[in-house]
T-cell receptor
Framework: DAGVIQSPRHEVTEMGQEVTLRCKPI?????LFWYRQTMMRGLELLIY????????DSGMPEDRFSAKMPNASFSTLKIQPSEPRDSAVYFC?????????????FGEGSRLTVL | KQEVTQIPAALSVPEGENLVLNCSFT??????LQWFRQDPGKGLTSLLL?????REQTSGRLNASLDKSSGRSTLYIAASQPGDSATYLC??????????FGDGTTLTVKP
């Protein structure tokens, strides 16, 4: 299995621009998670999906952030408009089963820099 | 709210030494606890997952234990190697539907 695949690996953009991050989970996994990692705040859960349905988006910082999962093999995290404080590494992870049983598998991350 | 603490933040040991990394959590009602390894600029690699009904898990030179009553988990690394140098994170998963990560312990194994 190829593992969780994220793109792009690196993104540099200017403040105010739209950013779209993409994720392909491991085939057969029914949970998908988006995390953000910064030096100041560590790893934070932004949102997670179960069978393509958003379950908890309470970690999404504000309305500028949105996430979709149109099918079992693809998810996007969009930031519009982007701000310098959004600079971070964004990770996608998937699992078979939820928090009570599933082992989390992470992608390599998308490093976002907003100038 | 679950809080996860990892002490120390950094650890340096000579090659061949056995070592223990610590993870403490405040909410004992966890479903499971997972240990990860993160290399610089990389994603997190799952090392071991311990369910709440288990006391420990082993994989090669790694052994992880879980004590829910005391709110502690340890990751034991035997015969450390320079290739073990990385940041090690633990994450506690609770019935609140959250996965809370510690800030990690950065391990350096000197040849």
């Amino acid at each position: 299995d190829a593992g969780v695949i994220q793109s792009p690996r690196h993104e540099v953009t200017e403040m105010g621009q739209e950013v779209t991050l993409r994720c392909k989970p491991i085939s057969g996994h029914d949970y998908l998670f988006w995390y953000r990692q910064t030096m100041m705040r560590g790893l934070e859960l932004l949102i997670y999906f179960n069978n393509n349905v958003p379950i908890d988006d309470s970690g999404m910082p504000e309305d500028r952030f949105s996430a979709k999962m149109p099918n079992a093999s693809f998810s996007t995290l969009k930031i519009q408009p982007s701000e310098p404080r959004d600079s971070a590494v964004y990770f996608c992870a998937s699992s078979l089963g939820g928090f009570d049983t599933g082992e989390l598998f992470f992608g390599e991350g998308s490093r976002l820099t907003v100038l | 709210k679950q809080e996860v603490t990892q002490i120390p933040a950094a650890l340096s040991v000579p090659e061949g030494e056995n070592l223990v990394l610590n993870c403490s959590f405040t909410d004992s009602a966890i479903y499971n606890l997972q240990w990860f390894r993160q290399d610089p600029g990389k994603g997190l690699t799952s090392l071991l997952l311990i369910q709440s009904s288990q006391r420990e898990q082993t994989s090669g030179r790694l052994n992880a234990s879980l004590d829910k009553s005391s709110g502690r988990s340890t990751l034991y690394i035997a015969a450390s190697q320079p290739g073990d140098s990385a940041t090690y994170l633990c994450a506690g998963n609770t019935n609140a539907g959250k996965s809370t990560f510690g800030d990690g312990t950065t391990l350096t194994v000197k040849p």
